[in-house]
């Protein structure tokens, strides 16, 4: 069992940064960030490997930066360049596959975070 515990949700202007954390509770594979928009499907937008491996979604290439402190157990995303359509709730989750190749759809996920939201504003 893996409890997921995100934080750093917050208000941004557009072109701003924010860096949102999820501390994972037990031991973890793969795992990523999703981003769901209002009205819209769970997008996953960023995932690391077991290996270390870092796969993006176009939206967030070059803007966004995922990371794991294994030392902390923390899952990080920065996210930088902010605009108003990252405005949405962000799920972390946790994949017993170990590629992100393996982990692309939100059923391949096992265990989720609560969401922490995001609100850019231009």
């Known amino acids: 069992q893996v409890e997921l515990v995100e934080s750093g949700g917050d208000s941004a202007q557009a072109g701003g940064s924010l860096r949102l954390s999820c501390v994972a509770f037990?031991?973890?594979?793969?795992m990523s960030w999703f981003y769901q928009a209002p009205g819209k499907e769970r997008e996953r937008i960023a995932c690391?490997?077991?290996?270390?491996?870092?796969s993006y979604a176009d939206s967030v290439k070059g803007r966004f930066t995922i990371s794991k402190d294994k030392a902390k157990n923390t899952l990080y995303l920065q996210m930088n360049s902010l605009n108003t359509e990252d405005t949405a709730m962000y799920y972390c989750?946790?994949?017993?596959?170990?590629?992100?190749?393996?982990?692309?759809?939100?059923?391949?996920?096992?265990?989720w975070g609560q969401g922490t939201e995001v609100t850019v504003s231009s």
């Open positions: 989750a946790a994949s017993s596959n170990w590629y992100c190749s393996s982990a692309k759809e939100p059923i391949s996920y096992d265990y």
């Open positions: 690391i490997g077991y290996d270390g491996e870092t």
């Open positions: 037990g031991y973890t594979y793969s």
